[in-house]
């Protein structure tokens, strides 16, 4: 029955979906990055942890770049 519909009813049938979806993605994302932030103010290595992650951004970037994907199963 949806499929059929034309594409504005589509969104408004879906719009709470997608506005349930956008707000726990976002509730999530925010918790995550709270707790990462209070476990850099508690470490005593901070310049570890900055060091690693921005070798992990490195390292995804390099890989994007030349095209590395990862197996699909």
Do not use: D, N
Request: glycine fraction near 10%; charged fraction near 10%; include cysteine.
């Amino acid at each position: 029955m949806i499929a059929t519909a034309p594409h504005w009813q589509r969104l408004v049938v879906l719009a709470p979906v997608i506005v349930i979806g956008v707000g726990l993605f976002l509730g999530v994302a925010i918790l995550t990055v709270r707790a990462f932030a209070q476990s850099v103010r508690e470490s005593g290595h901070k310049r570890m942890i900055y060091a690693g992650l921005g070798a992990l951004v490195c390292a995804v970037v390099v890989l994007t770049y030349l095209g590395v994907s990862l197996p699909k199963e």
